[in-house]
């Protein structure tokens, strides 16, 4: 009763805001507590200007932190708002006053149990940036490197932790009174951002994403990452090499340096396509204040507090669907969809394939600096209701950075499409990893797999036998312990044989 409560008491000011922007419609379309809404409705002022996408970001941004950031997600969910709308909030700016330099350094001095001198011979006192979570002072360490000095705001947590339990009460109230909604599954939306936002509040985590994306990129020069000062990074504090360069977008500045826009649009592109499709690991905020193009040419990122990842198989999915959809082979889109699992089996590849070309055709019939892969996806999320094609969360934050991501390609390159830049590297990525030797080599690694699981899955299965009164599998001991750790068996017997026999004598005991 106390949560019930005090969520609606929450829910009542988050409508008096909305409804001082004229973006009560939020609330309106998830018929969250409409009674709520009625009473924010009554004491709306009318007439505010700006699009609804505009007057929404605004409210969010009065919100506060947890809402900025939700925001950045509602901007991956035009199935739920619409394209403009969603539009509108992929341009919303995680920008807030900055806070005091004394809690920076005395943050930092917490963090590490040092003073702040010991660890740099200068420390900015002026933010160069300040979000929702963190703010970014630059600095020189006391050996002599130019950082970045990223620090969490203080008490962060306490508010998103308040947040997010509403958020966890306003989704069970919807899957519970709005069964149409299920398919979007809202608890789990939510679990998926609550994740997100517990990694952005433990820097250690950040570091690790861009240690390990910097890894992915090491033998490519095109692409840099940030180095990370591990000693100076901790829960609350992430230190980073200092990237010198000009914004991705700002293709005046870029001319006048002598960079070729085209050149760097194709660095970019060949970069965004291998974290996604090569390493399933992709930087997920890539708007232009995070991109730069250095003195040689070459790009860098900043800021990896979001990061996706999709699996192997997704990626092969995906990859196949985009290089349909460029074919305009509408019929593989569709049964890619299939194969995916991301439409029930029970629907029509037919009616499918009339929906995907629908969707398509007035995209790719646009010229051809126009088409947008983002805006593809984004519209087939918003008719998959009719195929009950249940939400991948793995895809939304893709479809939003996609959307970004061209954004900035279009104000770099105003006549060239970056996705055919990368065509040629989608068909060479799906002719190495869906030909007849990457076949060979995934049935090949799938067992390997399954033999590796094995020793764990028959001693599991011989304890739960035994454990419920029998007396097992009556394995031969020495077989047991080859299966459960020995490589060979004593007689000599290779473990894979071992493995082979142990598996058919488990299947004819069950069978």
């Not at 360490?141 to 932790?161: H, I, N, Q």
């Not at 947008?372 to 939003?400: D, G, I, N, Y």
């Not at 770099?412 to 030797?437: H, K, T, V």
Request: proline share 5%.
């Amino acid at each position: 009763m106390i949560r019930l409560t005090r969520n609606l008491v929450r829910l009542l000011n988050i409508a008096r805001t909305l409804a001082r922007r004229d973006a009560l419609f939020l609330l309106e379309r998830l018929d969250i507590a409409p009674g709520v809404a009625l009473i924010a409705r009554a004491t709306a002022l009318r007439r505010v200007p700006g699009r609804p996408g505009q007057r929404l970001a605004r409210a969010l941004t009065d919100l506060g932190p947890t809402f900025i950031k939700l925001g950045q997600v509602l901007a991956t969910r035009s199935d739920l708002l619409g394209d403009e709308i969603a539009a509108d909030l992929t341009g919303l700016q995680d920008r807030l006053e900055p806070f005091p330099f004394d809690r920076a350094r005395d943050a930092i001095e917490r963090e590490f149990g040092c003073p702040l001198d010991t660890l740099f011979s200068h420390f900015e006192t002026v933010p160069v940036a300040a979000a929702s979570i963190a703010q970014v002072h630059f600095a020189i360490t006391s050996d002599g490197r130019e950082v970045a000095v990223k620090v969490l705001r203080p008490d962060v947590e306490d508010a998103f932790r308040r947040d997010l339990d509403l958020f966890r009460w306003a989704a069970g109230l919807i899957e519970a009174t709005r069964p149409e909604l299920r398919r979007l599954r809202p608890v789990e939306s939510v679990r998926t951002f609550e994740e997100m936002v517990r990694f952005e509040m433990d820097l250690r985590f950040e570091a690790a994403a861009a240690a390990e994306l910097a890894e992915n990129f090491a033998d490519d020069e095109t692409f840099h990452v940030p180095a990370i000062d591990w000693r100076r990074t901790g829960q609350r504090v992430l230190t980073t090499e200092r990237v010198y360069g000009i914004r991705f977008d700002d293709r005046a500045a870029l001319l006048a340096a002598g960079h070729d826009p085209r050149t760097v649009l194709t660095k970019a592109s060949a970069a965004f396509f291998n974290q996604v499709f090569r390493d399933g690991l992709f930087h997920g905020d890539l708007h232009p204040g995070n991109m730069f193009v250095m003195a040689d040419g070459n790009v860098a990122v900043v800021d990896f507090g979001i990061m996706g990842r999709l699996d192997r198989s997704t990626g092969r999915h995906l990859a196949e669907m985009l290089l349909a959809f460029l074919n305009r082979d509408y019929r593989r889109a569709a049964e890619v969809h299939f194969e995916a699992g991301w439409v029930p089996a029970d629907n029509s590849v037919e009616s499918f394939t009339q929906a995907c070309r629908s969707i398509a055709e007035p995209i790719l019939g646009l010229p051809q600096n126009e088409i947008s892969m983002a805006r593809l996806l984004a519209q087939l999320f918003r008719v998959t209701e009719h195929f009950r094609m249940e939400t991948q969360p793995q895809l939304l934050l893709l479809q939003k950075t996609m959307l970004v991501a061209e954004g900035a390609g279009r104000r770099l390159c105003p006549d060239i499409n970056m996705w055919l830049l990368a065509r040629p590297l989608i068909e060479q990525w799906i002719a190495s990893n869906l030909g007849p030797q990457a076949r060979i080599r995934d049935l090949a690694q799938d067992t390997v797999d399954t033999l590796n699981r094995l020793p764990r899955t028959v001693a599991a299965l011989d304890d739960m036998l035994a454990g419920a009164g029998g007396e097992g599998l009556r394995i031969h001991p020495e077989t047991l312990r080859a299966l459960r750790g020995g490589d060979r068996a004593s007689n000599g017997v290779p473990f894979w044989l071992v493995a082979v026999l142990t598996t058919a004598l488990v299947l004819a005991l069950i069978l």
